[in-house]
């Protein structure tokens, strides 16, 4: 028997012989259970008067569901490219470097066409599944928990979180080395901002979602 299994046998013959839940999460705190894996176990039983542990649905992963994540997520990512590689152009036409030969502004014109172009074809898509994915979690909020929403939630924020550092980190380079100019920092707020803000909404999609499971 695989350890969880273990665990969750040992909570629904507890729930089942009535005893408090306080007192079977402080005993197998002491047995070394992690506080994790002691709430999930809980969480998989209703809180309800019976004589038997009275245990919940499980999340089940469908290829539909699975689809529709993949759906959600890989729009995300294409926008939020989309979205950061039009502004940047923006930022390096307004603030061109003298320098520049002439072709570098045909290319810039060949990076807004295709910024344009994917955020024309991804944002709407992101938003119509993620407007459908919201009705389905709050019809059944259950499905917030879904491994696959999990898996590519927790993904996200560590794509996130790896771009705010080396965004923050070459900052922090370039100021050291006196090579801030307006085009540069301009850019690195881009990157910050974007990142920052799917990093906040997901973390706190997530939270949400653990309280919901532990209520």
Do not use: C, H
Request: hydrophobic share 50%; net charge neutral.
């Amino acid at each position: 028997m695989a350890a969880n299994e273990e665990l969750t046998a040992f909570v629904r013959e507890a729930l089942g012989r009535g005893l408090p839940r306080d007192r079977i999460r402080s005993v197998l705190s002491e047995a070394s259970w992690s506080d994790d894996q002691v709430a999930s176990a809980l969480s998989s039983f209703a809180e309800v008067e019976f004589p038997l542990a009275v245990p919940r649905p499980r999340p089940s992963v469908s290829a539909r569901e699975a689809f529709e994540y993949l759906v959600l997520f890989g729009t995300l990512y294409v926008s939020a490219i989309g979205l950061g590689n039009l502004l940047f152009q923006l930022v390096n036409l307004t603030f061109p470097d003298p320098l520049w030969p002439q072709e570098m502004f045909l290319r810039i014109a060949g990076a807004v066409r295709w910024a344009i172009a994917s955020l024309v074809v991804a944002a709407p898509i992101f938003v119509y599944v993620a407007r459908a994915n919201a009705r389905a979690v709050a019809a059944s909020p259950l499905k917030r928990t879904s491994p696959v929403r999990q898996w590519l939630t927790y993904l996200t924020l560590a794509v996130a979180a790896a771009v705010l550092i080396g965004d923050g980190t070459r900052l922090v380079y370039s100021l050291l080395a006196g090579e801030l100019t307006i085009r540069f920092v301009l850019k690195a707020l881009i990157i910050g901002v974007i990142a920052g803000t799917a990093f906040l909404y997901y973390l706190r999609d997530l939270r949400r979602g653990e309280t919901e499971v532990e209520s």
